[in-house]
């Protein structure tokens, strides 16, 4: 019974607050890399993030952000002798943050884990799984109503590399958001 009352609490409050959910996008750069001792020798590179959100107030300071973000990812490879990777890889990520956000005043704080969904690779040398499992944390500050800066990190939890490399997505990414 007590449960059932505060279900049933919760989603009045919920209703409440659904009344304000605000919309937005965003845009970025991302700085990527694989992580993981077979990919050493590679260099970070640089994709496009691009995508839309929504905030779904839980309170007066904590709010509940879905979003659904195209994001460029990938390695090029040092030409090293020995290198067991050498070839630049490119993957490309339809991903689903799913993120917990934190006002401070102007300054707001995520966290949440992320899924992505491989949409395209480059062909080279090793296959990619198609799918990705990672955590994300960032930072952002609120410049106009309705306008911020933030920098978020993502770390990988899978292996996403078919074959005997190992690697795990990784990537910083400076973006800037319109909420409507």
Do not use: C, H
């Amino acid at each position: 019974m007590k449960r059932l009352l505060l279900g049933i609490l919760f989603l009045f409050a919920m209703g409440t607050y659904a009344q304000n959910i605000r919309y937005g996008v965003k845009t970025g750069i991302n700085f990527s890399t694989l992580q993981g001792d077979d990919f050493d020798n590679a260099s970070g590179r640089y994709g496009f993030a691009a995508g839309f959100f929504a905030q779904i107030p839980l309170g007066e300071t904590l709010k509940f952000q879905p979003e659904i973000l195209y994001s460029g990812q990938g390695i090029k490879p040092n030409s090293l002798p020995g290198s067991v990777y050498a070839e630049r890889a490119e993957l490309d990520y339809l991903q689903l943050p799913l993120l917990l956000s934190f006002n401070v005043g102007k300054v707001y704080f995520q966290l949440g884990p992320q899924v992505g969904l491989g949409i395209w690779n480059s062909y080279n040398a090793y296959t990619y799984k198609n799918y990705d499992i990672s955590g994300l944390a960032g930072i952002g500050y609120q410049i106009l109503d309705g306008l911020s800066l933030e920098a978020r990190y993502s770390m990988g939890f899978l292996d996403v590399v078919n074959g005997p490399a190992e690697g795990k997505n990784s990537y910083f990414a400076v973006m800037a958001a319109y909420r409507l």
